[in-house]
């Protein structure tokens, strides 16, 4: 089979497409033949050896997937072959064929596309464990969005207002911000122009209940500083490639908290619960309140380039890379 293979760490660019042979699932795993894979930061951060995360060389980078179920390992029940599932892989999503734990493999509504389901395990698992799990965000709070064009911030503006709250979406362009209030934003925040803190002040009564912050730098202090009394923060990850340093005397004064969400890790350790969490995210978009935007779909064998759109920021939404498989 085709897979984009990382032999040596470094920029997108060190990619190659080469033929390796067809991965074999082991017990409770599934064989999935890849349609579409989707694209996250996280992976440019491995191919580059700047991950918690550092498999040994060469591996295949792309950690979902989404696509027709193939074979089925010893012990698995409830997948059938020849369903239509996403998959979150970990590593080996950039391929035509993965192997996954079969407790992290789901059926998908029969609506939902290949590109669609390929972007959305990684980005709306990720925002549905920050937003429900780690800061219990309730109907009628305030919440803000930071970076929230993006992949994963753009899911955290739809789920908020699944949820019932008042969503502040903060992004860098008018570009940007209006793709922001298309899904769903009550207010956007240019911070390319506008200072945080004075403009979240303006829009609110004593500051916001949530911050939702995939991106850290520079705006991380003032995102802290906007927390009203009781308010939640949670660190999503570092996009701008900057892991800023807060001050705790504002979590004091506000009786403020600070959360750490990841997702990949706590749903491998709590399988049922992110199971829920799945479902409840595909009843949220068969009933039409999420609209993954796939802002961009690439070839397999483009996706050097896909990654270097995502690693410099410069993709609305979601980025994928469609398999020859479809």
């Known amino acids: 089979m085709k897979a984009q293979l990382c032999r040596t760490l470094g920029a997108p660019d060190t990619l190659r497409h080469e033929d390796i042979d067809d991965p074999v699932p082991g017990p409770g795993e599934v064989l999935v033949e890849v349609h579409a894979s989707g694209v996250n930061f996280p992976d440019g951060l491995i191919v580059a050896g700047n991950y918690q995360t550092k498999p040994p060389l060469p591996f295949v980078p792309g950690s979902e997937a989404a696509g027709v179920v193939r074979t089925v390992g010893e012990g698995v029940t409830g997948i059938a072959v020849g369903s239509r599932v996403l998959a979150f892989c970990g590593m080996g999503g950039y391929a035509e064929q993965v192997v996954v734990s079969a407790q992290m493999v789901f059926p998908i509504p029969d609506a939902m596309s290949y590109t669609d389901a390929a972007g959305f395990a990684v980005t709306y698992g990720t925002s549905c464990h920050g937003l429900v799990d780690r800061a219990d965000l309730r109907a009628g709070e305030t919440l803000l969005v930071l970076g929230a064009s993006g992949g994963v911030g753009l899911t955290a503006v739809e789920i908020g207002k699944a949820l019932g709250a008042r969503v502040i979406a903060a992004a860098s362009s008018p570009e940007k911000l209006e793709l922001c209030r ?79 969400v990841l997702w990949g890790a706590w749903a491998k350790r709590n399988p049922e619960r992110n199971g829920d969490n799945m479902n409840r995210l595909f009843g949220w978009y068969e009933r039409g309140a999420l609209h993954p935007h796939v802002s961009a779909a690439y070839p397999l064998s483009d996706a050097a380039a896909a990654l270097d759109v995502v690693m410099g920021r410069r993709a609305l939404g979601k980025v994928v890379l469609t398999s020859v498989a479809d």
């Open 182 to 260: 298309s899904h769903g934003a009550d207010e956007t925040i240019d911070y390319s122009g506008e200072d945080l803190k004075e403009r979240v002040a303006t829009l609110t009564d004593g500051g916001v209940d949530v911050v939702y912050d995939p991106v850290g730098g520079d705006h991380a202090q003032a995102a802290v500083r906007s927390l009203a009394w009781g308010g939640r923060y949670l660190t999503v990850g570092y996009a701008s490639g900057d892991i800023p340093r807060v001050g705790l005397n504002r979590l004091l004064v506000c009786s403020g908290s600070v959360h750490g």
